[in-house]
Nanobody, 118 residues
Framework: QVQLVESGGGLVQAGGSLRLSCAAS?????????VGWYRQPPGKQRELVAA???????SYADSVKGRFTISRDNAQNTLYLQMNSLTPEDTAVYCC???????????WGQGTQVTVSS
């Protein structure tokens, strides 16, 4: 059973920062999984924001490169997304995701709203 519990969303002014957290019930450092963050802006499709793989390799959407940082905490088994220099275009529901590579099975957090005011 995989459980992903998110926190850290909220309302912030443009130029501000937020840190999203996703506590996982399974080992997110396993070589069999990829974990990441997705977001869905109003009226748009869900998109991948950032991902981190077993060896620590990261990838980012072009729109967030240089502003967002994905990381993991082994002791807490928690995934983070540090979001800096936020703009209204970052407003979206953000969800954490865990995918088992062998079975291609995805697990999702409940989603957390991030709203950036101008």
């Amino acid at each position: 059973q995989v459980q992903l519990v998110e926190s850290g969303g909220g309302l912030v002014q443009a130029g501000g920062s937020l840190r999203l957290s996703c506590a996982a019930s399974v080992n997110i450092f396993s070589p069999n999984v990829i974990v990441g963050w997705y977001r869905q802006p109003p009226g748009k499709q869900r998109e991948l924001v950032a991902a981190i793989r077993s060896g620590g390799t990261t990838s980012y959407a072009d729109s967030v490169k240089g502003r967002f940082t994905i990381s993991r905490d082994n002791a807490q088994n928690t995934l983070y997304l540090q979001m800096n220099s936020l703009t209204p275009e970052d407003t979206a529901v953000y969800c954490c995701n865990l995918r088992y590579l062998f079975t291609a099975t995805n697990y999702w957090g409940q989603g957390t709203q991030v709203t950036v005011s101008s």
